[in-house]
């Protein structure tokens, strides 16, 4: 029971590959308490011997930055800040740890078979997406969130999830198993407009084109082997998808354009009106001089916002207070000065040095486009929004990362040797 064979362990892995892409776009914060829990399992069972701790050369990039990110960010918050305070803002920061122990665990599956669990479990997940988003949209008709509890993330976990499911298209699987690859791909993409974010809007357009581009030999072959009866079915499908998006998502974009209107407005009658855009940039410019005042190691995580007020043009901003500053290289930059935007660019860089040293393994096109698809996720709206420093996003990046380093084929242990004490 401890100690069970590799192919027992491969085939639970298989499943908790599938459940968990599935939690991510669902569940909220249940997804990162499952991702918790199986970083913690894997830990029990490298210290009673169940598995070996071995990460292997193309590993090491995404466990180095995830676990020099934290340190880097702890660090410098001590200079500045009582350690005291420093261990109660640095606890969540252990998520990042999580790779360091999941990986071993994650590669008792063969390589060949963990991007396509993902995919599966993305799809799923889509799938599940589309009745919640939609039941929301019309019953509440605000921002849709559905377990996450805020739109920002779930609109960076449901872009994941649309390119996911997306790329679980394939010519030699049954009718079935296509046609949830697009369901999950509408569903997930559905919610990322029904979210309202913006910054997510962006994005979404060029993460579907990673993935159409990742498929496009895939997409030409069914397309080529569906007859003129079924194409004309699946362009009438198509189309009424398209119509029932733009009636759930038309009043949910225009209501944000109606915002963006009413505060150029408010702007161009008092510039120094306290709208969305007038904060904004009041933020960003008071991060800005407030890093050249300070860039080698910021003013502390635990200073975030005491760091930048002082630069405000209009002092009655000075009473809002956010947990993040609405890019994410401007709060490292703050947090951490140029050592942490140095960390910072390492933890997005590992996953694509990875993809691209990896490119002619087996998988190495499934790989990039995962990668692809996993930075331009997060990356783009944290450009105007949360990346970061969230329960589920940072759960979310560790566990995806984790399942990219344990796609990659390389010398395995024994099958004796990864089963027994």
Known sequence: MLYPPVADLGRRNRVAFVLTFAAIATIGSGGTVLIALFGAWALISIVVGR???RLSRSDWPVALSCLVFPLVLVATNLLQT????VAAKSLPLLTFLIPVFLIARMRMTEPAEVLPAAFL????????????VIGEAVIWGDRVAVFAGNPGPFSVTSLFIA???ALHLSKDRALSGNLLALAGCFGASLAVVLSGMRGSWVALPIVLAVAAVARRAVIIDLWRAVDSRRRLAVVAAAAGCLILAGALAVPAITARIAILESDLSLLETDVTAPTSLNLRRNIYWGSIKAFAERPLTGYGMSHEWAAITPYFEEPSFKAFEF?????VFLTVAIDAGIFGIAALIFVIGAPLWIAWHTRDRIGGGDRAAYALILVAA????GMTNLMFFHDILDAVWVFAAATLCASV??????ASEGATP
Request: hydrophobic share 50%; glycine share 10%.
């Open 51 to 53: 598995l070996p701790f």
């Open 82 to 85: 009582p350690p005291l305070d």
């Open 121 to 132: 479990g993305a799809a799923i997940g889509g799938l599940v997406l589309l009745p919640l």
């Open 163 to 165: 390119g996911l499911a």
């Open 323 to 327: 947990s993040h500053l609405h890019n």
């Open 378 to 381: 997060f990356l783009i709206p």
């Open 409 to 414: 084929p390389v010398p395995r242990l024994q």
